[in-house]
């Protein structure tokens, strides 16, 4: 691992579709699973949307709020004005997690090391994306696929990338 690896997080279908209605679009407790795994005491730095788009603060770790609204207050949580102010509040951890949505996607790909991308195997109604990105920039460097079957009516793929050196 680099001394510091930020790490983009997302669960995205077969066009990068990621939520709706500020709402995400699966529910799907594997995923959810790691996604908790991995993102635990570590600090998980979101956009507005999608802070008010979780039932609650997220538990064991430290929710970072990125708004352009000097009033917006969002309890339980550190508002700040920028991606950069952001990971400043998150220097000491070694691996800060980036959890969304579309548009703080957008503005970490330029900044990410490591992005870990649960494939959803469908085409979900979607009005939010996660960002093109290219495989110049992009190598896949692990893949864990989960195919449907009685008990998991959608399959998916766990795939791990790295900015190339
Ligand atoms: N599938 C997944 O893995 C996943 C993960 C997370 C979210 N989602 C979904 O994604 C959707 C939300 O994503 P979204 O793209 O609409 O919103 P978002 O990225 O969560 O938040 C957007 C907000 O972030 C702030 N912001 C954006 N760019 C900024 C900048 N350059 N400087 C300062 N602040 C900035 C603004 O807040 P202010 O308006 O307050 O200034 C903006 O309205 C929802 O449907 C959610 O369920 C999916």
Not at 29 to 45: G, M, Q, W, Y
Not at 106 to 114: K, P, S, T, Y
Request: glycine share 4%.
């Amino acid at each position: 691992m680099n001394e510091k690896e930020i790490t983009i997080i997302a669960a995205l279908d077969r066009n990068r579709g990621l939520g709706k209605n500020n709402e995400l679009l699966w529910h799907i407790p594997e995923d959810l699973k790691r996604f908790k795994a991995l993102t635990s005491n570590h600090c998980v730095i979101m956009g507005r949307k999608t802070f008010e788009s979780l039932p609650f603060v997220l538990p064991k770790r430290t929710n970072i709020v990125i708004s352009r609204n000097p009033e917006y207050s969002a309890p339980g949580a550190q508002v700040v004005p920028d991606l950069a102010t952001a990971l400043e509040v998150a220097k000491d951890d070694p691996q800060p997690f980036i959890i969304g949505g579309g548009q703080i996607y957008q503005l970490a790909l330029e900044v990410a090391h490591r992005m870990e991308l649960t494939w959803i195997d469908e085409v979900a109604d979607a009005d939010t994306y996660f960002p093109e990105f290219s495989s110049d920039v992009w190598k896949l460097t692990d893949t864990e696929s989960y195919p449907n079957n009685d008990s998991r009516p959608l399959g998916f793929t766990f795939k791990t990338y790295k900015r190339h050196e």
